[in-house]
């Protein structure tokens, strides 16, 4: 014998010796668990028994050296509450289970819990999707299965990759769906998505109150709907929703993960009627394990189930397959030597089954070693977190042809994406993202591969609501309501207009309707007419606020702004004060005292430096020491005016009399044109230069009524008692002029839109005077869930920046009197003319006479400096 099958016989032998000694020394302890189903349902209970009974027996094929086994007791649930409870309390009470799995129902499952708890019996089911039911109450639910409400953000991240601005959930009226879509509408809501309506159908309900129920849906201008029925009531909805014309272009249907995991039951028939649905689908690797698995139920289907032979298996199939694996680990990890109850009741008289039951010894040692366990499973990585699988990862479907397509992903860590990278989704490397580019093409109702709006503004005649101010006689060139033979009112004003072009300027026709508000239609709210108007925009009552509304930080919290179309500036306008002709001392005005002075200190200094340099040449300038100052000024001045009369011998005298003749003239010819502006424009100031001088003046400053001034003049430090509000133009010119001491005001605070109006009525009676507020300006406000709010603004910068002349033209025809009056800014100008617009020329006029002072010095103590001092010698040194 060969010396290799030698060795192999030896180790053959010593495997079967190991193995008689662990089988007599330590026998298999068998642990009854029980298992509740409803076998009559093919889709669920029959084909997860049998998923069940495979993953039984694969788990002890591949485990036959563990210490435990589980023993199955199957019992019938027959889709009956009462069943349910007995069959649980029969196998506590009678069988002993350690543990439960099923039942398939979250009512089922909601009883049964009740019964676990008190007998410590741990409980997985892997269809119970309910969220309240691993609530902490509950410590003995493990819920095999992903919660209802994870799908919520999936469901959320869809409607925001499409930019749905509203949603309307569909589902079955019972305490259990409310909880699900509880969860997904909050979802939506923190996504700025409205719910504007949840339909509630009855499990009972019969055909014609679900078409009561759909042709409600059908007269709101939503067409994105989400559903979440089970696959028999979901599917006798969708049928009717194609009779009636539900199912054709223009809608979105989403449909939950109770119906998409079910997909693959549905008969062709069915999958007819839902053509164009998109769902949220749990998600499941296809391993190689998983193919294997499909095909060997697939032949055992075929043996004992042959009327539910399906080309895909359902999740729920896979989650009761993990559930066996995951609990017959945790029985054998727990190592508990001893599996039995403690009876808690000690008279069975007068008690019932319930109050029999005893308590497991095992059951919370069970439960934490269930928390704790960890495979890779047929449905993916298995690990519980809060007594719940940890499959985050949902799949977006599109039903198309004969069956589901898989266009998408959906995790919480990196959002949509086309493709899962095991890389980004382990780590959440990457931006989250509800990119629409992260999806496949989705064929959506109608065979139409164009994404629908969401939404259909046209239906059954619907018209837009739209609100306007309405404020007699106050600022009309903006908005303006006319009410002529008992109609309902005329509107017409800038806004208006601008409203009505950007309305062609949009890619689909839009019909609306103005509803006018009064001011007592909000009470005497000084400053808040506008924010009663946005806050009904909010309410509902109106569907957008068109008019001379100004965007504030504030009124952003409740509406969705367009961008604006006006100016966005606000300042202070007062009234102007003609300034007095016949003022004796106007000639004086021409100059600034500055440049008086200078002027004076520079004809002294020329007059000197002229002496100095003509005293040895010239023998007029040559007079006793008592007359040298009045004849160097009288020098100076003769050689500036009178230049022809005298002769100047010095050349460097010459030199500095040019420049001092160059200056002078420029100083006299600016002085004459100046005086002359003085004497015939006609002059006009501000009676108020700042606003600190309003304040500490204690002057009264006025506000449009209704408008946002007033918190800004609070901010700028007016005591209210200062303000006063006026409704009109009129109303403000009537103020202006009584001024603040007669009752009426100092200056008013609005945005330069209405000043514009008030100056175009009052030329150079008024004028403007800073500080400028930025605002805003004036836009358009809609409801936060408008579909409108991507496509108005796009519209209107549309019209600024490319058709400039619609807008001009609408400026033009409201405004048009604001071009003939002056600008407020040239009204203000100053005509006096001070030292800054003649400093280069006394700095020349300096360089020059200091220069020739200098050299005749130097040029006199060269040549004379010896005979100076001689001839000087007997007389004083001056």
């Known amino acids: ?370 928390v704790e366990t960890i495979l890779r499973g047929l449905s993916g990585d298995f690990s519980l977190v809060d007594r719940e699988i940890n499959s985050p990862i949902f799949q977006i479907i599109n039903v198309f042809g004969d069956g589901k397509r898989v266009v998408g992903f959906w995790t919480p860590k990196i959002g949509l994406a086309r493709k899962l990278d095991s890389t980004r989704t382990n780590t959440g490397t990457g931006t989250y993202s509800t990119s629409k580019s992260n999806l496949g093409p989705i064929i959506w109702p109608g065979d139409s591969s164009s994404a629908p709006e969401g939404w259909d503004l046209l239906a059954n005649g619907k018209k837009l609501r739209i609100g306007i101010p309405y404020k007699t006689g106050s600022f009309s060139e903006f908005v303006k309501v006319e009410y002529v033979d008992g109609n309902d009112g005329i509107a017409s004003g800038y806004c208006i207009d601008v409203f009505k072009v950007v309305l062609q300027a949009l890619p689909y026709p839009v019909s609306y309707e103005f509803f006018p508000f009064r001011h007592r239609d909000y009470g005497n709210l000084t400053s808040s007419y506008y924010n009663n108007l946005i806050q009904q925009v909010y309410l509902g009552t109106i569907d957008a606020a068109v008019g001379d509304i100004t965007i504030t930080a504030q009124r952003s919290l409740h509406v969705d702004f367009t961008l604006p179309f006006t100016g966005n500036e606000a300042t202070f306008i007062v009234p102007t004060k003609q300034e007095n002709k016949k003022d004796p001392w106007i000639f004086i005005k021409p100059l600034t005292w500055e440049l008086w002075v200078t002027s004076f200190c520079f004809f002294v200094f020329i007059g000197f430096v002229v002496w100095v340099l003509e005293h040895g040449v010239n023998k007029e300038s040559r007079v006793p020491p008592s007359h040298q100052v009045d004849t160097s000024l009288w020098f100076s001045l003769s050689t500036l005016v009178f230049s022809q009369w005298e002769r100047i011998h010095s050349k460097l005298a010459r030199f500095v009399v040019i420049i001092w003749v160059f200056m002078g003239l420029i100083l006299t010819q600016s002085y004459t044109a100046s005086l002359t502006t003085l004497l015939t424009v006609e002059q006009l100031r501000p009676t108020v230069t700042n606003i600190n001088q309003l304040i500490q003046n204690g002057e009264s400053v006025g506000f449009q009524y209704g408008s946002f001034s007033l918190e800004f003049l609070r901010r700028m430090g007016f005591d209210d008692s200062k303000l006063r509000a006026y409704k009109t133009a009129e109303e403000c010119d009537r103020l202006l002029t009584m001024g603040s001491r007669n009752g009426g005001i100092a200056a008013a605070f609005d945005e330069i839109s209405y000043l514009q109006v008030l100056l175009s009525r009052y030329c150079s009676k008024y004028t403007t005077i800073g500080p400028t507020i930025q605002t805003q300006g004036f836009a358009f406000a809609f409801r936060r869930t408008s579909p409108f709010v991507p496509d108005f603004p796009r519209a209107i910068l549309n019209l600024t920046e490319r058709n400039k002349d619609i807008m001009k033209a609408i400026a033009d025809k409201w405004f048009m009197n604001g071009s003939l009056c002056p600008q407020p800014s040239s009204v203000d100008a100053s005509y006096s003319l001070d030292l800054d617009s003649f400093r280069g020329l006394f700095v020349l006029s300096a360089i020059a006479s200091s220069s020739a002072l200098i050299i005749y010095a130097a040029a006199f103590l060269c040549r004379r400096g010896r005979e100076f001092m001689q001839f000087y010698s007997n007389d004083s040194l001056w």
């Open 1 to 370: 014998m060969k010396p290799i099958a030698c060795v192999s016989i030896f180790f053959v032998s010593i495997c079967f010796i190991c193995l008689a000694m662990v089988s007599t020394t330590e026998p298999v302890k068998l642990v009854n668990v029980g298992v509740i189903l409803d076998i009559a349902d093919e889709w669920i209970g029959k084909l997860c028994l049998s998923c069940i009974q495979m993953a039984h027996s694969d788990f002890y094929a591949t485990h036959r050296y563990y210490s435990t086994r589980l023993v199955l007791n199957l019992r019938d649930s027959k889709s009956d509450l009462i069943a349910a409870a007995s069959a649980a309390v029969d196998l506590i009470k009678n069988v002993a289970v350690q543990a439960i799995i099923g039942p398939q129902d979250s009512r089922e499952a909601n009883l049964i819990i009740e019964m676990c708890n008190k007998a410590r019996v741990p409980i997985l089911s892997f269809s119970a999707t309910n969220p309240s039911l691993t609530s902490p109450r509950n410590p003995y639910f493990y819920r095999i299965a992903q919660n209802e409400c994870a799908q919520a953000h999936a469901i959320s991240a869809l409607v925001q990759a499409f930019e749905w601005k509203e949603v309307v959930p569909i589902f079955i009226e019972d305490m259990y769906s409310e909880e699900a879509i509880s969860c997904i509408t909050r979802s939506l809501q923190e996504a700025d998505v409205r719910v504007s309506y949840q339909a509630a159908i009855p499990q009972s309900a019969v055909d014609y109150q679900i078409v009561q129920e759909l042709q409600k849906l059908n007269n709101l201008t939503t067409r994105v709907f989400v559903v979440h029925m089970s696959p028999i009531l979901g599917s006798r909805l969708f049928a009717i929703a194609r009779e009636i014309g539900m199912m054709r272009t223009g809608y979105v249907w989403i449909v939950t993960t109770e119906m998409t995991i079910q997909l693959a039951s549905l008969s062709s028939s069915i999958t007819d009627t839902i053509q164009g649905v998109v769902g949220v689908g749990a998600y499941f690797p296809k391993s190689k394990e998983f193919q294997d698995f499909q095909v060997r139920l697939k032949l055992k289907s075929q043996q004992e189930n042959p009327t539910i032979i399906g080309s895909e298996l359902n999740v729920y199939c896979l989650w009761a397959y993990d559930s066996v694996t995951a609990l017959a680990m945790a029985v054998e990890k727990a190592g508990i030597k001893e599996f039995g109850f403690q009876n808690t009741s000690t008279d069975s008289r007068n008690t019932t089954d319930f109050e029999m039951l005893g308590v497991s010894l095992s059951g919370p040692q069970l439960g934490d070693s269930l």
